[in-house]
């Protein structure tokens, strides 16, 4: 009788066999691990974009907070003049040229950017005068400098009864109305900018230098 080499193992009861859900169950571990890995990243996304977005608008309201622009005049020289001879007072019918030192201090981190400016000059409470600056643009926290041309009509000068006596005085005292509109680009939003300043200044006629000036600026944004 011819013995096999090979014994026959015999088969393993039905309740030692592997199931589709041990496998399951095997898994599922593995499976909780990756969803926690996955929330706490996803928890440390969102708390990063919130303490930028705190940062940001603290940013905003404080340090990039938009500021009134400070519109200054420097002085004031006098270009053209047409006297009547061997007096100071002009010449009826002609006018007078004026051309004024003015600057733009911008306090704000972020660049003033601005049209052309308007400014009146006033004397006695007439208006004299009227100019046009150029177009600009205010450095972040910076000053930029221009030169203004007033063209001043005499005869509403020599209409005040009391320019004798400011002649003789060596000063004289005017009034100023200033607009200037622009845009303040904070980190990725422009803002729009129109600042008003109305002065009241005191010219020396000697040293045709700004003595005393006082303003009042209001900002609208």
């Known amino acids: 009788m011819v013995e096999t080499s090979e014994q026959i193992r015999p088969l393993a009861p039905a309740s030692e066999r592997p199931t589709s859900s041990d496998d399951e169950a095997a898994t599922t571990p593995g499976k909780n691990h990756r969803r926690r890995r996955l929330l706490r990243c996803c928890g440390c996304v969102g708390a990063v974009l919130l303490i930028q977005a705190v ?9 990039f ?10 002085g004031v020289t006098v270009d ?4 009547i001879n061997g007096t100071t007072t002009p010449r009826p019918g002609s006018n007078m040229s004026l051309t004024a030192d003015v600057s733009v201090r911008n ?19 007439t208006e004299i005068g009227e100019a046009r ?17 007033v063209e001043v009509i ?35 939003v422009k803002k729009h900018v129109r600042v008003t300043m ?12 700004i003595q005393d000036q006082k303003c009042k600026r209001k900002l609208k944004l």
């Open 133 to 149: 600056g150029p177009a600009g643009r205010a450095r972040a926290r910076r000053t930029a400098r221009m030169n203004v041309t």
């Open 198 to 209: 109305n002065c009241s200044l005191t010219v020396n006629l000697t040293t045709q230098a």
């Open 55 to 63: 940062v940001i608008v603290i940013l905003i309201f404080t340090v």
């Open 65 to 74: 907070k938009v500021k009134d622009p400070v519109i200054r005049l420097n």
């Open 154 to 188: 005499a005869d509403r000068v020599t209409g005040q009864p009391e320019l004798g006596s400011d002649i003789n005085s060596g000063v004289l005292t005017l009034g100023s109305y200033t607009v200037v509109g622009g845009k303040v680009k904070v980190l990725m």
């Open 107 to 125: 306090p704000n981190y972020a660049s003033f950017k601005y049209p052309e400016t308007t400014s009146s000059l006033y004397y006695r409470g």
């Open 80 to 83: 053209r003049l047409d006297l």
